[in-house]
T-cell receptor
Framework: QKEVEQNSGPLSVPEGAIASLNCTYS??????FFWYRQYSGKSPELIMF????GDKEDGRFTAQLNKASQYVSLLIRDSQPSDSATYLC?????????????FGKGTHLIIQP | DTEVTQTPKHLVMGMTNKKSLKCEQH?????MYWYKQKAKKPPELMFV???????INESVPSRFSPECPNSSLLNLHLHALQPEDSALYLC?????????????FGPGTRLTVL
């Protein structure tokens, strides 16, 4: 049974600061890791994916993966009020076939103006 | 273009009704997915179609019946649902890649069972 753990929050961060979101996963066979953002009443929207150890940057977002520690994180630099949402960490163990996402419960992020 | 469309946006049905949810993508993706999301919970996988064949069924009750008529379309047929089946039903699609097989979600159908 794959498990993905996230602190549900709320995590409150001042505007312009760095928001740090964390996620751990139980299945060492997990291959790919995703961060989705979900606004209330809307569907999940992809922020980033990562599958190699280390950092991956895309604009204000940086994803970090440490497979030895089974840990994934998302950093949001220069946080904006529009970043206020629930952030879902998700994993798959796809080795070439389609595989469903296993989601964490999500972290509710609040950016304070 | 990363658009997945779903119809209807909202659906209210009685426990004796039969209805269908529809999902469409034109990104050439070869896998399509159904998820169910209850309020303040993460999405939960229901079904996976890969190359138009059902590859994963997460022990979903038979009152939910998926169908994949072709690589662009995915349906979810609903029959004799229970009030606890009320939720946001999300469709997603992906290319089928070994790593970073990103799933793109549609806007969802909000289902209410009376």
């Amino acid at each position: 049974q794959k498990e993905v753990e996230q602190n549900s929050g709320p995590l409150s961060v001042p505007e312009g600061a760095i928001a740090s979101l964390n996620c751990t996963y139980s299945d060492r066979g997990s291959q790919s890791f995703f961060w989705y953002r979900q606004y209330s009443g809307k569907s999940p929207e992809l922020i980033m994916f990562i599958y190699s150890n280390g950092d991956k940057e895309d604009g204000r977002f940086t994803a970090q993966l440490n497979k030895a520690s089974q840990y994934v994180s998302l950093l949001i630099r220069d946080s904006q009020p529009s970043d206020s949402a629930t952030y879902l960490c998700a994993v798959t163990d796809s080795g070439g076939g389609a595989d469903g996402l296993t989601f964490g419960k999500g972290t509710h992020l609040i950016i304070q103006p | 273009d990363t658009e997945v469309t779903q119809t209807p946006k909202h659906l209210v049905m009685g426990m004796t009704n039969k209805k269908s949810l529809k999902c469409e993508q034109h990104m050439g993706h070869r896998a399509m997915y159904w998820y169910k999301q209850k309020a303040k919970k993460p999405p939960e996988l229901m079904f996976v179609y890969s190359y138009e064949k059902l590859s994963i069924n997460e022990s979903v009750p038979s009152r939910f019946s998926p169908e994949c008529p072709n690589s662009s379309l995915l349906n979810l047929h609903l029959h004799a649902l229970q009030p606890e089946d009320s939720a946001l039903y999300l469709c997603a699609s992906s290319q089928v890649r070994a790593f970073g097989d990103t799933q793109y979600f549609g806007p969802g159908t909000r289902l209410t069972v009376l």
